[in-house]
């Protein structure tokens, strides 16, 4: 790491005396004869947005399916809120309050919004599924969000891309999560639903969530963030806070130039 | 799209009822319910004046009984974004055993017990062909179409090789009431209604048909299981990173849809009362054709039980009135699939539309 986690400077949030949410350090995840991360440390705490940067290949999307459960880490900890725990599955990483919304959205399109909130976690009433309090709470949830959807019982692939986005991060906040891992958010979107969904990420902010948003496009970043975590190559180089950096040194820190 | 939906949302009685109208007739089953009912005026103004009428509809139900065990699964198995061609083999094989063990163990043990076994062995076969369709795909990751051809073949293989070229006729007398039992004639004897509708000569086959529609409907809508197999053959990625086991889903499928195939050989043999390994042709794509009529999307995630029922009443309704209008039979075949070719044309039209709207 060239940066150790006594250097990591800290923001807002007073990192001093809280606990981070989620700590993953020296995860390592090879797939064959690719090691897709080798050392890779976040952290992230209540009511703060860290935004995880690097170029295409650099391990964001490896690192957020190892803390989702898509993947198992082949080494290195994970501590949530303090306690050490295993992800071997979507369920596990669920169970300790992480909630994913995946740069392909993991939606269903053939099936409506209130299947696609529930999906694997429907809501049953002596083994029948309760579709009334489903479409209620689903119904609760879109308003709860502001979001402009027509009715909850539109299948999702005639819904817009920021839409769609509204729905996965629905999902997320409908089971309470306290940690969530979005995966570039707005790379689908226009102008105007990107400032939407980024409104919306501060909106939950707001709730105390503690947030890691994996994303290319700076501006985005630098508008929502605390601090700003750099994956190279599979492994951490630094983590910045907003206020101290700019974008010409992220980006020196994203393509390695300082090392040239 | 969003268009509809402001309409939908707009008050107004009349614009709200012809919104609700459209988006009744916009739904497959209605739209094939009309169709089958055209169909049958058209049939009965052909000539066919008792086609489906109250002597002929009895008849036809116990015909498209032993096929609607199958479609009902296959639909299940489609919705979840697989197929399966291997139930003819299965439901063949399943047959053959049957009669080869009648023919081996037949008055060794208690009849009871034997049609027990011989019922245990057609299911257990099915049983065991789902789970290797059922593994090669999910943990082998074999493509289905090619997994479920070889098995189908093998099964096929089997059946021929196990019969040898002989169909075993020493059959247990009471092995007919599997298919011939008709549970509700004492009752019809009570209640002559019931007989008038013919309903108390209803075979065995049409409430094991019942059963599983029931069944798949409840499964299908009704619990977690069922929206587990939409989540699957809507994004099976999708599906597997939100917590559904995709896996069990394809695995459990595959097994109902053998296990009905067999059972489906079952009940022919104990129509037939004679084992030949070829006495289901074609089980394969006429249930995936119904399916398909049916609404039920060869890419997954779309489809109903209904559906699958319509489509395959569809699809013996053309051979039954082929047959009644005294049309050529060797015709049968470029009905039905102008029939499918329809379907599928239709599909693809209204998929489009829904797209550039």
Redesign the interface.
Known sequence: MAVTQAQLKRSGVDHSTAEPLLIARNISKAFGHVQALSDAYIDVYAGEIVALVGDNGAGKSTLIKVL?G?HRQDAGEIVIRGQSATIN???DS?DLGIA?V?Q????????DVV?NL?????L?NR???DRRKMTEEANRVVRQLRTNL??VR?PVR?LSGGQRQAVAIARVVRFGAEILLLDEPTAALGVKESHEMLTLIENLKERNKGIIVVSHNLAHVFRICDRITVLRHGETVGTLVKEETDSTEVVRLITGADLL | ??AI??K??QPGDTQEEDSRLRRLLSQREVQLLLVLVVFTLLVRAGGAKGFLGPTHFPIFLSQVAPDMLVVIPMAMLLIGGMFDLSVTGVANLSVVLVGWTFSRLLGTMDDTLLIILVVAIGLTAGLIVGAINGLAVTRLRMNPLMTTLATWWMAQGAATGVAGGESRHNFVGSFRDIARFQPLRDLGETFPFLQEMRISTLPMPVFYAAIVIFLGWLIL????F???I??T???R????????NVNRVTLVGFIATSVAAAMCGIVWASRLTSAPPNTLGGLELRVIAAAVIGGA?LT???GSVLGAVLGLFFMHMIRSATIQLGLPVYWEFFVLGAVLFTAVAFDAWTKRR?DTQ
Not at chain 2, 237 to 244: D, M, W, Y
């Open positions: 989702s898509a599955n979507p369920n669920f994913t995946y392909d959205l993991a939606l269903l399109p053939s099936r299947a529930f999906v694997g976690r429907e049953t083994g029948i599924l027509p009715s539109t005639f | 799209m969003t939906f402001e939908i949302k809508t009704r619990t977690r069922g929206w587990h939409f989540a053959g809507s994004d990625l999708g599906a597997a990173l939100n917590g559904v999307a997954g995630g779309e829904a």
